[in-house]
């Protein structure tokens, strides 16, 4: 079990407050490590504390949990030991790691009505399904073949047979689900294939702009801490490219880094891939890489695409809501339709007759 970032902001927040403070390291770490109620967390500090009273250094310590703190977190926090600032670097990264926290959970907060309003309607078409027409059918099916009433609705033979399918193959859904889930998690891992997927989304209408949203607020956030910290132009480029999730983005960065290294401006490569990086975006970098204020140009940059992907998700939520409620509410009257109207047919012939 990892660490959550909530708990990385925790301690980096907790641990910048304590060394501007004054608090020596080794007693701020101790004091986290009591602190803390995360078990691997509170493991990494106690380790991390004995290699510090052993003369090593944060950064070289926190080395040893590559799959807990990444490239770029050990960048800032290597550049703040070596300039004497790690207080102030610690600040800009649990700023950092907040924003990606906060856009986390805007993300997984919009997606939650629709995915409970799906996981309701398909609970009430199996209750449906599994429950109340296998208790209907086989009494309309005997009345039909002593001739009291006609045919079923075709409604109500569709969803019949679909009874019988989920009866007879239901086993396998959740096998085939899991399967599948593993499967894309293994081929997310080709890089090749992750970039023409990264691409189909980035490609597509609303989903796409959202996705563009976010891989340039991630970065604008990403380059904006790494050149407060005192991180070079071209260091902060190729660890930007490392930890950026999406592979269109990531190679489009790999190819300014290396116009950077020819001599050329960053915002001459952010032109080049105009397709993924608007007009606003390279005319901000170049304004500073003029004036000199690149930090505050990506600071814009990140703040402007921060509001950008909250107002779009927010909005798309606000919509997708009704739309979806809509959407389920015609399914499941679809279903009890099929379900009311033979019982309906039966009374009427019973009356006829």
């Given at each position: 079990?990892?660490?959550?970032?909530?708990?990385?902001?925790?301690?980096?927040?907790?641990?910048?407050?304590?060394?501007?403070?004054?608090?020596?390291?080794?007693?701020?770490?101790g004091?986290?490590?009591?602190?803390?109620?995360?078990?691997?967390?509170?493991?990494?500090?106690?380790?991390?504390?004995?290699r510090?009273?052993?003369?090593?250094?944060?950064?070289?310590?926190?080395?040893?949990?590559?799959?807990?703190?990444?490239?770029?977190?050990l960048?800032?926090?290597?550049?703040?030991?070596?300039?004497?600032?790690?207080?102030?670097?610690?600040?800009?990264?649990?700023?950092?790691?907040?924003?990606?926290?906060?856009?986390?959970?805007?993300?997984?907060?919009?997606?939650?009505?629709?995915?409970?309003?799906?996981?309701?309607?398909?609970?009430?078409?199996?209750?449906?399904?599994?429950?109340?027409?296998?208790?209907?059918?086989?009494?309309?099916?005997?009345l039909?073949?002593?001739?009291?009433?006609?045919?079923?609705?075709?409604?109500?033979?569709?969803?019949?047979?679909?009874?019988?399918?989920?009866?007879?193959?239901?086993?396998?859904?959740?096998?085939v689900?899991?399967?599948?889930?593993?499967?894309?998690?293994?081929?997310?891992?080709?890089?090749?294939?992750?970039?023409?997927?990264?691409?189909?989304?980035?490609?597509?209408?609303?989903?796409?702009?959202?996705?563009?949203?976010?891989?340039?607020?991630?970065?604008?956030?990403?380059?904006?801490?790494?050149?407060?910290?005192?991180?070079?132009?071209?260091?902060?480029?190729?660890?930007?490219?490392?930890?950026?999730?999406?592979?269109?983005?990531?190679?489009?960065?790999?190819?300014?880094?290396?116009?950077?290294?020819?001599?050329?401006?960053?915002?001459?490569?952010?032109?080049?891939?105009?397709?993924?990086?608007?007009?606003?975006?390279?005319?901000?970098?170049?304004?500073?890489?003029?004036?000199?204020?690149?930090?505050?140009?990506?600071?814009?940059l990140?703040?402007?695409?921060?509001?950008?992907?909250?107002?779009?998700i927010?909005?798309?939520s606000?919509?997708?809501?009704?739309?979806?409620?809509?959407?389920?509410?015609?399914?499941?009257?679809?279903?009890?339709?099929?379900?009311?109207?033979?019982?309906?047919?039966?009374?009427?012939?019973?009356?006829?007759?």
């Amino acid at each position: 079990m990892g660490v959550s970032q909530k708990e990385k902001i925790f301690f980096v927040e907790h641990l910048s407050l304590m060394l501007k403070g004054g608090i020596p390291i080794s007693e701020a770490l101790g004091t986290l490590r009591d602190e803390t109620k995360s078990g691997k967390l509170r493991k990494i500090l106690s380790e991390t504390l004995e290699r510090i009273l052993g003369g090593e250094s944060l950064g070289k310590s926190l080395e040893k949990y590559p799959r807990i703190f990444d490239r770029f977190f050990l960048s800032v926090v290597k550049l703040g030991e070596k300039s004497g600032t790690l207080d102030a670097n610690l600040k800009y990264l649990a700023l950092q790691l907040r924003k990606d926290y906060d856009l986390r959970r805007k993300i997984a907060g919009a997606l939650l009505y629709p995915a409970l309003i799906i996981i309701l309607a398909i609970i009430i078409i199996l209750i449906i399904i599994f429950f109340v027409l296998p208790k209907i059918i086989p009494v309309f099916q005997a009345l039909q073949t002593m001739g009291i009433v006609g045919q079923l609705p075709l409604a109500t033979k569709i969803l019949l047979k679909l009874g019988v399918f989920l009866r007879k193959f239901g086993f396998l859904i959740p096998i085939v689900s899991i399967l599948l889930f593993f499967f894309l998690k293994v081929i997310q891992r080709i890089s090749f294939i992750r970039f023409y997927l990264d691409k189909i989304v980035l490609s597509l209408p609303v989903l796409g702009s959202i996705a563009k949203d976010l891989n340039l607020a991630r970065f604008s956030w990403n380059f904006y801490t790494l050149l407060k910290s005192g991180m070079p132009i071209l260091e902060s480029l190729e660890i930007c490219s490392d930890i950026l999730p999406n592979e269109v983005y990531r190679k489009n960065l790999i190819s300014i880094r290396s116009d950077v290294e020819r001599g050329e401006k960053i915002s001459f490569g952010l032109k080049k891939a105009s397709r993924n990086f608007p007009p606003i975006f390279s005319e901000m970098i170049l304004v500073g890489e003029k004036t000199g204020s690149l930090e505050e140009s990506s600071l814009y940059l990140a703040q402007f695409y921060s509001q950008e992907a909250d107002s779009t998700i927010k909005n798309i939520s606000d919509l997708i809501g009704p739309i979806l409620l809509i959407f389920i509410g015609i399914i499941i009257v679809l279903v009890a339709l099929a379900t009311i109207i033979p019982i309906y047919r039966f009374i009427g012939e019973i009356g006829v007759r």
